[in-house]
């Protein structure tokens, strides 16, 4: 009872402020502008110049948001303990519930909560335009096709997955401006870059398969970014690119929970 309590209580917290529904409107918004647009372009505006054609032009549409959004959840998840030693918070918190390692299993479950909802906020904002746009320009929209939902499905699982990645990582480094740097400049800018440089030899390739974004695109399993670039580079199975973007996560976690987690709060 005491971890449902727990539970409870983070939500509460979390539920409570602007924060997460601000970044889960932005996030929606700007998925859905770019799954139009990459509708329109390789639903038919290309003529027949496009890279890919069929049900893969819908599984591109439909998993372009777990590549480019991916940072949303996994801010969330930083705020849910970044937040709390930032407001200095914590101190009740531990006071109401003294089980520290109880804390800590309350917020992992609320973080893969609320990555959930940011999953599923992406797949409505990829397929409702997404499959708009592909309808009007006459290509298949692929939501009769079983392959697709099942990208759907993950999808909400990768950005549980994130979500509680990034209350690892907020578990490591307690400043919040200092989780938002790091968090901005890998996802939009480092691990871009790595996998565009890693892409380039076969041995590289496969190092690079195990980046945590490329572990992601791998879980939800259509990579938009390998289509992209031409369709190359090596990706996992689905099952392994959860299996290594969850290590991830747990790594984090434990990570924070055997030092942050045991320091004195101030």
């Known amino acids: 009872m005491t971890l449902i309590r727990s539970i409870s209580a983070e939500s509460a917290k979390l539920f409570g402020l602007k924060t997460w529904w601000i970044l889960l409107l932005v996030m929606v918004a700007y998925v859905g502008a770019f799954a139009a647009g990459m509708a329109a372009i390789f ?19 439909y998993s372009l948001g777990s590549t480019i959004a991916y940072a949303f959840p996994v801010l969330v998840g930083a705020f849910i303990v970044t937040a709390e030693f930032r407001h200095g918070t914590l101190t009740p918190t531990f006071l109401a519930t003294p089980s520290r390692a109880v804390v800590l299993s309350g917020k992992v479950v609320v973080a893969a909560i609320v990555g959930a909802v940011f999953g599923l906020g992406i797949v409505l904002a990829s397929v409702v335009p997404g499959a708009a746009v592909l309808g009007a320009t006459g290509a298949e929209t692929g939501l009769d096709d079983p392959d697709v939902w099942l990208i759907m499905a993950r999808t909400v699982l990768a950005m549980a997955i994130w979500a509680v990645l ?48 490329a572990a992601g695109d791998a879980l939800v399993g259509g990579s938009s970014f390998n289509a992209m670039m031409g369709g190359g580079g090596d990706q996992l199975d689905w099952w392994q690119g959860g299996l290594v973007l969850g290590g991830m996560a747990a790594v984090l976690v434990l990570i924070g929970a055997l030092t942050t987690w045991r320091r004195d709060v101030d």
Request: glycine residues 16%; charged residues 10%; proline residues 4%.
């Open 166 to 213: 990034g209350l690892g990582l907020g578990s490591v480094f307690r400043n919040q401006v200092v989780v938002i740097v790091i968090v901005l400049a890998f996802t939009q800018f480092l691990e871009p870059t790595l996998r565009v440089a890693l892409g380039f030899t076969d041995l590289n390739a496969s190092v690079g398969q195990f980046l945590p974004g």
């Open 43 to 61: 639903g038919g505006l290309l003529g027949g110049d496009q890279p890919i054609e069929g049900i893969a032009v819908a599984e591109l549409v």
